[in-house]
Every structure is written in structure tokens, then in C-alpha cells.
């Protein structure tokens, strides 16, 4: 026990109760700096509790043992493999489908949401869609990821704030027949709803803001293939409407997995839509 005084009295600690994990040694032997995909295994076979990512392995699993607070994780761990990945790219792809599909104790993330949705603009109006019901990587003006469709209306009411819009032509509130709105008489408001500045100029200042949160549709025709070079081997990820399918290292297994599940990947497209459309891969069309 630890003694210290506090405002003239004694106060008992508990000692730390981290300790380095001794057990966890022997399954680290050969864990190489490469980049790559790494899980801490309990007793299940068959959930992990920890499942990571880095661009040099090594580094990456050796930080969990200098931190305390992944004490309970490392308590309740037996062993720790690894995969290695071309780069950043293909080690980024293949933590988040791990994840999707073996849920880890310990990973709080890179969960599926059912309640994906985003804004959607028709006729000079937004409303508010979900990847459920529309097909998010074929459908034009689509603007942001949201949790929920509340998250999905506050981003546009923050919108309205910061560009001074008129919330009844956004159809976030009721609109009198020829009135102006009570945001008008504050100021807050340009005026669209009453006449004081064209409608055209109203949807612009809207489209302008929401610019940057464009949801980009699939670009190709049916899936392709993003060739990643790294130090120790070539992959090419297999994509298809912005799912990851799979990563191999020849063209003609390549071909074999354009099988898309329905729905829409939010993370293998904040994963992709960067770096496949900056041209920083080269893309091998599959179809």
C-alpha cells in the first residue's frame, strides 16, 4: 500500500495492479513492422477482444503493453496473431470488415448502422433518406452520413443558422402563404420566404454548403480492382459500389469475387472515396 497526506490526514492507495503481460510473449515472436492486421484472442475461438490496425505491426501491438489502461484487455488475453497487408489501404479495409463480422470484445467502433440515412435534395427541397430504402451508391445528390435522422436534420438546421435560410422552405417548419417567417424579422433569415431575395440565390447558398458533404456515387460500371504495392507484396482490393470484397494477389482470382451484398458501406466509403477517386491507386476494371 501507498501512503500519502492529504489535507493533514492519511489516505491508503491500492497499488497498481497493472503487470506486464508475461503470458502474452511467446505468440510475439516474429511479429514483423510491416503493416497489417492484428487481434488479441481470449478463450473464445470465435470472438476476439481486440482487433487493430497499424502500418508497422510491431510498434503498434508492443504500445498496448506499455499502456495500463488496457490492463482488463490484456488480462483476458491468451495469444495474439496477426496479417500483414500490403499498406495503410488494404490494413484499414481489413480491419473494418473483421470487425463487422467477428464483433471484438473491446472494439467500440466500426459498428453497422441500421439507421444509416442522408439528405437528399429534390426540387430545391431537402428531406431526409435512409440506406435501407435508397441505393446510396447509385443515387445523385445525396449529402452526408448520419446516425439518425435526427443527427441528419440538426446538420441542416445548423446550415440554415450559419447561411442565414429560411426554415420553412426547408420544410424544417411550417410556412404561412405569403408571410415571411419569424427568422426574417430577426435577421436570421435572408428573406426567400417573403420575397427580399430570390429563391435561386436561397437554394445556391444551400447546395454551396452542403457541397461538402457530397456523397459520391459508384463511378464504375460493376467492381474493380485497387492495386496497393507495398515492401513484402502486391494486393488488389476488390470494390464494388463501395464495399470491400476481398483482397488478392492475381487478377484472375480478382475476378472471382465481384459478389456484392446489398446495402451501403458507410466505412468502406469513407475508407475508399478519398484515395481510390484522388488516382493515387491504379484501378483494374473487373467487369
Not at 510491431?58 to 484487455?73: G, N
Amino acid at each position: 500500500m501507498v501512503r500519502r497526506v492529504v489535507s493533514h490526514r492519511l489516505e491508503f492507495e491500492p497499488a497498481a495492479i497493472y503487470q506486464y503481460p508475461e503470458h502474452l510473449r511467446p505468440s510475439l515472436e516474429g511479429l514483423p513492422a510491416l503493416p497489417g492486421v492484428y487481434i488479441f484472442h481470449g478463450e473464445s475461438e470465435t470472438m476476439p477482444l481486440y482487433i487493430g490496425k497499424s502500418v508497422n505491426l510491431r510498434s503498434r501491438v508492443m504500445s498496448h503493453f506499455r499502456t495500463a489502461d488496457e490492463a482488463k484487455m490484456l488480462r483476458q488475453a491468451r495469444h495474439v496473431t496477426w496479417i500483414t497487408t500490403a499498406g495503410d489501404l488494404g490494413a484499414l479495409l481489413l480491419e473494418a470488415q473483421m470487425i463487422k463480422v467477428q464483433q471484438p470484445l473491446f472494439n467500440k467502433r466500426l459498428r453497422k448502422n441500421r439507421q444509416l440515412c442522408s439528405l437528399h435534395i429534390s426540387q430545391h427541397k431537402p428531406s431526409v433518406v435512409f440506406a435501407k430504402e435508397v441505393d446510396f451508391s447509385h443515387t445523385p445528390n445525396l449529402f452526408g452520413l448520419y446516425a439518425s435522422r435526427r443527427a441528419a436534420l440538426e446538420r441542416l438546421q445548423t446550415i440554415a443558422d450559419e447561411e442565414r435560410l429560411c426554415l420553412g422552405l426547408l420544410g424544417l417548419e411550417s410556412l404561412g402563404k405569403n408571410r415571411a417567417c419569424f427568422r426574417a424579422s430577426l435577421g436570421r433569415c435572408a428573406g426567400a420566404c417573403c420575397g427580399r431575395e430570390p429563391l435561386e440565390d436561397h437554394h445556391q447558398r444551400l447546395m454551396d454548403a452542403l457541397e461538402r458533404v457530397r456523397v459520391m456515387c459508384w463511378p464504375w460500371q460493376g467492381a474493380v480492382g485497387v492495386v496497393e504495392e507495398g515492401v513484402s507484396q502486391t494486393q488488389i482490393h476488390v470494390i464494388n459500389n463501395w464495399f470491400y470484397l476481398g483482397s488478392v494477389s492475381d487478377l484472375a482470382e480478382a475476378r472471382h469475387l465481384t459478389s456484392t451484398p446489398k446495402g451501403f458501406d458507410s466505412d468502406g466509403y469513407k475508407i475508399l472515396c478519398k484515395p481510390v477517386l484522388s488516382g493515387k491507386y491504379p484501378i483494374v476494371p473487373l467487369y
